[in-house]
């Protein structure tokens, strides 16, 4: 089934061939660009093309590909570097060349590489849908294979040993081949038995995040702020450091240098907690902002589409993207592309209805064979001029449960992570608090609020401060200003660049617990009477044990 | 690929650089095409969009002259190329790649599509190399190392050009001096500036290629001549092995020229009248800096944006901020302290300052110095708002101590005139300011 280019508007294409379904996948052109079927209408289709359109001619020839567009899910994608189509960047390079030229296809998975496979079940045996028939080893993790559309039939024969994902890995009675791997339609969530209401906290082992707007597994992030306030350098801390099984990071459209930097730090650095190389739990996608805008609007679902089957098979998946509004963007580009009617700064009306769909697939999720996996998303976003206001902060902000809002002035004073600790806020609060609690500490609630407290007096005392001088404050005050100054340099300050770059809950709390320790017990001697002067002299030797 | 060139006779509209040619039988985007205009001349232009058999062109010289009877417009079957050699070392051109500089043309050794084509991230190396400007405050504190984008802001009014003419000639590489390109694109230039530009260029010889589009020239130039720019560094860096630095000045001019066109083709205006894909056009120049691994050669890339009403959050310095390794800002009070380079520390920032500074790439002390004059700078700043309040007689002796700091700092740290400063030199200032105030234990 074959048509011909009628006409070409930026990254969409008229096409005028006839059959096509919606969201269908269309090769275009002689250079077989990706693209999909955005609108169809009488005669002709639409077709948004997920590379560049440059060169392309009137009268080239399109093929439908008869599938919608999908990701390639099986053994071999943790620790790979994927596209926004998922072309796999590495194999493409050493084939390609260090430059990505157009229309080029290439499988994401390595069919021909040797995995080890250990059945779980025998020969004869009656599989239920979603059942684990068996595994490979894919570094640390075991890949699940289950029997995806087996309805309790039975195992005719099953391989044990080496094995490639281009040959079966076992057949049923009614002769179907057990495939190590399947395609996945990308804007399709993958199915699961149920939803579970959140309770857990995720340790992201930033200080600022753990202990005053903690977050949960299987909740949403958003993280807002204007340039240079260290969006891209505190995902990248959580993406190093937070407590999961494997880490989906999504470059989308941002820059290519960073990618390079975060590549190589993940090859070096060690996860605190299993030893083993960063890499090696990490799923990269990147499309930067030079790559296809097209490409870019694809590449958040390719990813999740990743995340979700890993979480199937009961891990604890962590999905951050940088940034998202680099995503809206492409869609706005699309959009009016297509010539429909604009919303508010020229982004299509359903900006935020694919926004809370998309975000929607996180969660904790009972999978289809009853194990317990969840997706947790964070979301940086870029709001043009640092303004708030702007329609995709404030989309995100209808569906996220946590929002850490990024300060330009606390980036100006090199406060990192810059997290303002007056606007943020978590909606997790009082459960991952409560986890914490019976986890770490029992004092960790009091803490809690005992620090939101003294940083709320503190900035009401500071403007007094900035008429009359520190000096002239009483001593009390003037003894709040100065544990606020430590819980801000010593505790909510964290630098990545060091061996703080990770605290874990433990560590957070004893630091906390010294300076407002002392700050209560300080408290209690400016009542004895004591001038603060006296006081802080005795701070001394406490505060030589709490860097203890 | 069509074997002869076709001609059209069948335009059916005109507006500004924009004309409508019908009943064209095959054209692709991005295609080069000629118009022969009724009076002899003939001008350049590219298919933007295609609907059927009507194809919308964008024409790049001045349209003044047009008609719809007689006008003939050529299908050449080509994308807009650079034609590229080793002989456009030290030469010097216009925004349309044609020598302006008395020479002759030069014969091309091959010819490259201008839009080039995005760096597999995978194969990207990471900048870690240092290159040395020259400037104290940007060597020190705001270091810029191979591969970077780093942009500097300006407002009108600031010496942006004197800077860029200083680091023109100044720029080099610590460890090897052979192979270091200036690529110079200048961007709607007045032609003051032009001669300014020559001048500095003339003492240089060679070490460099330029790019000058006028300000009188057609806007769509305007677009071409960074896109050349970068052509030309790409093929010097990755094909010939040379450290490029590509100085574009001024992307405002650039941002401008994007929004006339955007606006005559009836597209839908973003914030302040820009278009939405801003972004990505401003993205896809910008993120042609890099290196290779593996490779010899990068580029780097210095633009100057000269922020509108001085204002950071306004849409052409924010996007470059968004897309940038960093930035450098310059103050409108410093300039007025008669500081030269008047560049505000506070708000400027190299993302890739901490992999290209320390022992083996600068010194090894470095990173320990600029953290500290950073954060006595800083704290020296903000007690001047106090000063004004309480004044200086109401403040502790160690809050003068920063007062003056922060003072001596501007004038020896910050300003050094044109002379040039190597790395050593700048730390050996920062260490000795420290030293004199009796401040950090290095």
């Known amino acids: 089934m074959t048509g011909k280019i009628r006409g070409i508007s930026g990254p969409t294409v008229q096409v005028d061939l006839k059959g096509l379904k919606l969201y269908e996948r269309v090769y275009v ?16 289709a639409i077709v948004q093309v997920y590379e560049n359109t440059h060169g392309l001619g009137i009268g080239e020839p399109v093929k439908g590909a008869g599938t919608p567009l999908t990701v390639r899910l099986g053994a071999g994608i943790i620790s790979g570097m994927f596209d926004g189509l998922q072309r796999p960047l590495e194999r493409l390079k050493d084939e390609m060349g260090p430059f990505i030229s157009k229309g080029t296809e290439m499988s994401a998975l390595d069919d021909t590489r040797k995995w080890r496979f250990f059945p779980l079940r025998e020969k004869g045996a009656e599989i239920a849908p979603g059942e684990n028939i068996g595994f490979i080893e894919e570094g640390a993790f075991k890949h699940f294979i289950t029997g995806r559309n087996a309805s309790n039939k039975k195992l005719s024969s099953i391989v044990d040993g080496d094995i490639s994902l281009d040959q079966p890995f076992g057949e049923f009675d009614d002769g179907e081949e057990i495939m190590g791997c399947h395609e996945w339609p990308i804007r399709v969530p993958r199915p699961y038995r149920r939803k579970i209401s959140s309770s857990q906290a995720l340790v992201t082992g930033q ?10 597994r299987g909740g949403t992030a958003i993280l807002p702020g204007g340039f240079g306030t260290g969006k891209t350098v505190l995902e990248q801390s959580i993406a190093k450091f937070a407590d999961v099984d494997i ?13 390079a930097e975060m590549i190589s730090e993940f090859q070096t650095l060690k996860d605190p907690r299993t030893g083993r190389q960063l890499m090696e739990r990490t799923i990269l996608v990147v499309n930067t902002s030079n790559m296809p805008v097209a490409a870019r609007e694809a590449s958040i679902y390719t990813a999740v589409s990743m995340a979700e089957y890993y979480r199937d098979m009961g891990y604890h998946v962590l999905f951050l993207a940088d940034s998202i509004s680099r995503w809206a963007e492409a869609l706005r580009e699309i959009s009016s592309s297509l010539e429909e009617m604009p919303a508010e700064e020229g982004y299509p009306t359903y900006l935020a209805s694919r926004l809370s769909g998309f975000i929607e697939r996180a969660g904790v999720v009972e999978t289809m064979n009853g194990a317990i996996g969840s997706l947790s998303m964070i979301l940086s976003v870029s709001p043009p001029g640092g303004d708030f206001t702007e329609p995709v902060t404030q989309a995100c902000l209808r569906t996220s449960g946590v929002f850490l809002m990024l300060d330009t002035s606390l980036a100006h004073r090199r406060h990192f992570p810059a997290i303002n ?16 609690r019976v986890q770490v500490s029992a004092e960790w609630e009091k803490l809690h609020y005992s620090c939101k407290e003294i940083l709320q007096k503190e900035e009401s005392l500071r403007e007094i401060a900035e008429i009359v001088g520190i000096e002239g404050l009483q001593d009390s005050d003037r003894l709040l200003m100065r544990t606020a100054e430590m819980i801000r340099s010593d505790f909510l300050s964290q630098n990545s660049y060091t061996g703080d770059a990770f605290s874990t809950p433990e560590k957070t709390c004893a630091i906390i617990k010294g300076i407002i320790g002392f700050h209560d017990y300080a408290v209690g001697k400016l009542k004895d009477g004591l001038t603060l002067e006296k006081v802080l002299r005795l701070e001394d030797p406490l505060k030589e044990q709490i860097v203890k | 690929m069509r074997l002869s060139e076709h001609r059209y006779r069948t335009i059916s509209s005109l507006a500004g650089s924009l004309l409508f040619v019908q009943r064209v039988f095959s054209a692709r985007i991005g295609e080069v095409i000629r118009v022969l205009s009724p009076d002899g001349r003939t001008m350049v232009g590219e298919v933007l969009r295609i609907e059927a058999e009507t194809i919308l062109v964008e024409v790049y010289g001045e349209t003044t002259g047009l008609d719809i009877e007689h006008t003939t417009v050529v299908f050449t079957d080509s994308v807009r190329k650079a034609p590229l050699s080793p002989e456009i070392i030290g030469r010097v051109f216009n925004g349309s790649f044609e020598p302006i500089d008395g020479a002759p043309m030069f014969i091309p050794e091959k010819q490259s599509p201008v839009t080039g084509f995005p760096i597999n991230p995978s194969a990207r190396a990471r900048p870690e190399e240092f290159i040395e400007t020259g400037f104290s405050v940007i060597d020190g504190l705001i270091t810029l190392v191979k591969g970077q984008k780093l942009p500097i802001f300006s407002c009108s009014g600031l010496p942006s050009k004197e800077i860029v003419a200083g680091i023109l000639t100044n720029a080099r590489l610590t460890e090897k001096e052979k192979g270091f390109i200036v690529v110079f694109a200048a961007l709607g230039l007045t032609f003051h500036e032009y001669s300014f530009y020559m001048k500095a260029l003339e003492e240089m010889k060679t070490g460099f290629v330029a790019f000058a589009n006028m300000a ?31 100085i574009i000045t001024d992307m405002t001019n650039y941002c401008d020229a994007l929004r006339e066109i955007s606006t005559s083709r009836e597209e839908l205006p973003g914030r302040r009248g820009y278009p939405g894909y801003m972004y990505s056009d ?54 007025q302290k008669n500081i030269f380079p008047p560049v505000d520390v506070l708000p400027s920032l190299s993302r890739l300052m901490q992999k290209g500074i320390g022992a083996g790439r600068t010194r090894e002390d470095h990173r320990e110095i600029a953290n500290h004059l950073y954060k006595y700078y800083a704290r020296g700043r903000d007690l001047r708002r106090l000063e004004a309040i309480v004044g200086r007689d109401g403040m502790t002796k160690g809050d003068i101590l920063m007062l003056d700091f922060a003072d001596t700092f501007e004038s020896e740290f910050i300003n050094q005139g044109t002379l040039r400063r190597s ?20």
């Open chain 1, 29 to 44: 052109g002689h250079a077989m660009l990706t693209g999909e079927v955005v609108r169809l209408e009488e005669n002709r």
């Open chain 1, 207 to 216: 200080r600022s995040i753990d202990f005053l707007f903690p977050f949960a």
């Open chain 1, 247 to 259: 880490v989906v990071y999504v470059g989308c459209g941002e820059r290519g240098n960073e990618m």
């Open chain 1, 421 to 436: 600790w007056f606007q943020s806020y978590s909606l997790y609060a009082k459960d991952a608090i409560g986890y914490y």
């Open chain 2, 216 to 246: 009188d020239k057609p806007v769509m130039e305007r677009l071409l001549t960074p896109r050349f720019a970068l052509t030309a560094a790409e093929y010097l860096a990755f094909e010939k092995g040379m450290d490029t630095l590509v």
């Open chain 2, 282 to 335: 401003l993205a896809s120049l910008f993120e042609r800096a890099g290196r290779i691994g593996g490779m010899e050669g990068s580029v780097t890339m210095l633009p100057v944006v000269t922020m509108p009403e001085d204002d950071i959050t306004h849409p052409i310095p924010d996007l470059t901020g968004y897309i940038t390794e960093g930035q450098v800002v310059l103050s409108r009070e410093l300039h």
């Open chain 2, 423 to 442: 790395i050593d030199e700048t730390l050996n200032t920062g260490l000795d300011l420290m030293k004199r105030f009796s401040l950090g234990q290095l």
